[in-house]
């Protein structure tokens, strides 16, 4: 079955650490995103993808960095961890636009402190 | 600006009804997604509305006015296991989401 997985699942760092979150999605999808979620907030975008080379800065991307060298990975770097960053991530992916039911499918999560 | 509304917490009792509101005000529009997550686990697709009116998925029902740019999501017969946070969320025109905080529905016995 088709899946989207994340690692690592929890993750405690200290500030002004270089972490990368991974993400990896067996769906064959071309869209991918990566979200933070905090207590009180919606789910905010932090950068996104809609293909092989293609990346783009979200709502919340200052602080963050991704690559997509392949379909199926789309780690995201916190190049100096701050505590700020202290969240619950999610990545998701999704169909093209129009091929589909637009439905986003989500990574289990990864939460991250910075001490 | 893009803001989307939802009441932060409902209380509901074991085997009744429930309705859930969710305004949105976004850039563009291309449907209007329901999704559960329950305390530390991942959001899940409930429903996705694009044309107005109802859509029927078991105990759960979803309604859409785009003029009024309004949807409720209803829960039916409560159930213990429907205690989780339902998110609200609209596709906007980059088709990209704008999502609610959420609302937490607490079910009571």
């Known amino acids: 079955d088709a899946e989207i997985t994340q690692s690592p699942r929890h993750k405690i760092t200290e500030t002004g650490r270089q972490v990368t979150l991974a993400c990896h999605q067996t769906?064959?999808?071309?869209?991918m995103f990566w979200y933070r979620q905090d207590l009180g907030h919606g789910l905010r975008l932090i950068h996104y993808?809609?293909?092989?080379?293609?990346?783009n800065k979200g709502e919340v991307s200052d602080g963050y960095s991704v690559s997509r060298s392949n379909t199926e990975d789309l780690p995201l770097t916190l190049e100096s961890a701050a505590s700020s960053q202290t969240s619950v991530y999610f990545c998701?992916?999704?169909?093209?636009?129009?091929?589909?039911?637009?439905?986003?499918?989500f990574g289990p999560g990864t939460r991250l402190t910075v001490l | 600006g893009q803001n989307i509304d939802q009441p932060t917490e409902m209380t509901a009792t074991e085997g009744a009804i429930v309705q859930i509101n969710c305004t949105y005000q976004?850039?563009?529009?291309?449907?209007l997604f329901w999704y559960q997550q329950h305390a530390g686990e991942a959001p899940t697709f409930l429903s996705y509305?694009?044309l107005d009116g109802l859509e029927e998925k078991g105990r759960f029902s979803s309604f859409l006015s785009r003029s009024k740019g309004y949807s409720y999501l209803l829960l039916k017969e409560l159930q213990m296991k429907d205690s989780a946070s339902y998110l609200c969320?609209?596709?906007?025109?980059?088709?990209?989401?704008?999502w609610g905080a959420g609302t937490k529905l607490i079910i009571k016995p």
């Open positions: 998701a992916s999704s169909e093209d636009p129009g091929t589909g039911s637009n439905e986003q499918f």
């Open positions: 976004t850039s563009g529009f291309n449907g």
């Open positions: 993808s809609y293909g092989v080379q293609d990346t």
């Open positions: 969320a609209s596709l906007d025109s980059n088709y990209q989401l704008i």
């Open positions: 769906w064959n999808h071309n869209n």
């Open positions: 509305n694009v």
